[in-house]
């Protein structure tokens, strides 16, 4: 079975940038097979959309909070996808989750995701 480990979060302060990264074990996730994406979750919020990059690694797309901000790519070699998030806000505080989706070239909506991993903590102070 597939799963999904995140990696790279702390406490950083405002201004600061943040590099996470999704590695997945078990059933090996190609270049071909799943579109990635990142969503978050902020504490009394709904789950919200990140960014996406499609299954060739060519094609990606940025939720608003943080469009011009983050950079989502997926390393084919080392089987991972990394978000970059920069002049990172108070607001994007939450716990960032990696995910996969099958049977889509990129996705957006999650419930296209059929794989989610645990989630890491993000904490930017003022």
């Known amino acids: 079975q597939t799963r999904l480990a995140e990696s790279g979060g702390g406490l950083v302060q405002a201004g600061d940038s943040l590099r996470l990264s999704c590695a997945p074990s078990?059933?090996?996730?190609?270049?071909?097979?799943?579109?990635m994406g990142w969503f978050r979750q902020a504490p009394g919020k709904e789950r919200e959309f990140v960014a996406a990059v499609s299954t060739d690694g060519k094609a990606t797309h940025y939720g608003d909070s943080v469009s011009g901000r983050a950079t989502i790519s997926r390393t084919h070699v080392l089987n991972t996808i990394s978000l970059q998030i920069d002049n990172l806000k108070p607001e994007d505080t939450a716990v960032y989750i990696c995910?996969?989706?099958?049977?889509?070239?990129?996705?957006?909506?999650?419930?296209?995701?059929?794989?989610w991993g645990q989630g890491t903590q993000v904490t930017v102070s003022a």
């Open positions: 078990g059933r090996p996730i190609s270049a071909y097979d799943m579109a």
């Open positions: 995910a996969a989706a099958a049977g889509t070239p990129i996705a957006v909506m999650e419930q296209l995701y059929n794989y």
